[in-house]
Every structure is written in structure tokens, then in C-alpha cells.
T-cell receptor
Framework: GAVVSQHPSRVICKSGTSVKIECRSL??????MFWYRQFPKQSLMLMAT?????????EQGVEKDKFLINHASLTLSTLTVTSAHPEDSSFYIC??????????FGPGTRLTVL | AQKITQTQPGMFVQEKEAVTLDCTYD???????LFWYKQPSSGEMIFLIY??????QNATEGRYSLNFQKARKSANLVISASQLGDSAMYFC?????????????FGAGTRLFVKA
């Protein structure tokens, strides 16, 4: 299957700092990328959907000014958690898709905000 | 309203036996897709199987098969000949169209324990 990478895999930061997470599709061009958040022992919650070159569509309850998404190219999407706080600590997973019957996931980024 | 429902928080199965993980969904759109993913303790999401809403036959992928009951809006995953390595979280997901594209949402998940 196609490969989606995420960087970093793990990040620990101080409260108030901003953290950028990169998601790359390595061997295909993804027209659509998704960002999910997963708290311990819970399911994946969709945060936003982004299409290359256009603004991301955020799910209800997700602050777009706090979680900045940039889908600058068909192979790269970034999620920036601005002014992170301990409650933002979570597992962030990106996903990329080129066809309706395929959706590939990155390995995830574990964010810990102290 | 919950659109993807997995009613089994945990399931036990004996090694080499078959197990069915339940999933029901709710959508008013005639065009949608259903996925099952496996998430081991490492956190990676592993694609297992896909069923399109217009597919006439139930999807199968090796030991995985999807029991698609369209009228009942259910898409249960059947794992045959369970192996110890099948112990993991299993998520059902639905892709549905939205303005400008589509999105995929997940159920709460079922944790499967395979006993030796």
C-alpha cells in the first residue's frame, strides 16, 4: 500500500509554545488529507479535511485558529498546534487519500504538553 | 448523533475460531464507503477491508470478510481462523460525501482479545 509519513513521531513541549506536525505522502499525490486526534483508549476524532490549494474544512468544535492546517502541495500537509496547552496532549494522526476506496494513515505523532 | 456505532467495547475469541465484530452506520447519502482498520498497541492504523455502498458482493480480503447488510445499515467484520496477532483495537469507519469532497469518520472501536 501507499506510504504516509509523519514528523515528528513524538514531541514534548512547554505550555504556550507552538508545534508543527508534517504529513507527507511518499509515493503518491494525495488530493485530500485528513487530520485526526486520538485520546487514550478512545476513537479517532476527525479534526479537519484539507484539499490541496484550498482552505481546510474543520469539524464542529475544532478551533481553526488553534489548529492551523496548510495543505501546500499534493504531498505535504502540516498541522500547527498554536499556543499548546496540556489539554492538547494527544495522538495526532494524518491520513491521505487519492481514491474513494483507499485511505492511508501516517504512523501518528504523540504530543505531550507540559 | 452517532453515525458509526460499534456496540462491543471488548470481545474474546479462542485462537483458530472465527469472530464477528459489529458495526452499524447511519447516512442518508446513497453513495458511501465502509472501512475496517486494525490498530495494534503501536498506534498505527492498518487497513483491512473496504465495501462500497454500490458493491453487490460482500468484500473479502484473506481472513477478513465484511458482512454488508445494506437495508439494516450494518457492516460487520468477520475474522476467520483467529490468530494471537489479531489481538488489537478494530475500528469501523464510514466515508461519506460532503460539499467539495468527502470525509471519513470512525466508530468507538472494539478491542479484540485472542486467547491461546
Amino acid at each position: 500500500g501507499a506510504v504516509v509519513s509523519q514528523h515528528p513521531s513524538r514531541v514534548i513541549c512547554k505550555s504556550g509554545t507552538s508545534v508543527k506536525i508534517e504529513c507527507r505522502s511518499l509515493d503518491f499525490q494525495a488530493t485530500t488529507m485528513f487530520w485526526y486526534r486520538q485520546f487514550p483508549k478512545q476513537s479517532l476524532m476527525l479534526m479537519a479535511t484539507s484539499n490541496e490549494g484550498s482552505k481546510a474544512t474543520y469539524e464542529q468544535g475544532v478551533e481553526k485558529d488553534k489548529f492551523l492546517i496548510n495543505h501546500a502541495s499534493l504531498t505535504l500537509s502540516t498541522l500547527t498546534v498554536t499556543s499548546a496547552h496540556p489539554e492538547d496532549s494527544s495522538f495526532y494522526i494524518c491520513s491521505a487519500s487519492i481514491r474513494l476506496d483507499e485511505q492511508f494513515f501516517g504512523p501518528g505523532t504523540r504530543l505531550t504538553v507540559l | 448523533a452517532q453515525k458509526i456505532t460499534q456496540t462491543q467495547p471488548g470481545m474474546f475469541v479462542q485462537e483458530k475460531e472465527a469472530v464477528t465484530l459489529d458495526c452499524t452506520y447511519d447516512t442518508s447519502d446513497p453513495s458511501y464507503g465502509l472501512f475496517w482498520y486494525k490498530q495494534p498497541s503501536s498506534g498505527e492504523m492498518i487497513f483491512l477491508i473496504y465495501q462500497g455502498s454500490y458493491d453487490q458482493q460482500n468484500a473479502t480480503e484473506g481472513r477478513y470478510s465484511l458482512n454488508f447488510q445494506k437495508a439494516r445499515k450494518s457492516a460487520n467484520l468477520v475474522i476467520s481462523a483467529s490468530q494471537l496477532g489479531d489481538s488489537a483495537m478494530y475500528f469501523c469507519a464510514m466515508r461519506e460525501p460532503i460539499t467539495g469532497g468527502f470525509k471519513t469518520i470512525f466508530g468507538a472501536g472494539t478491542r479484540l482479545f485472542v486467547k491461546a
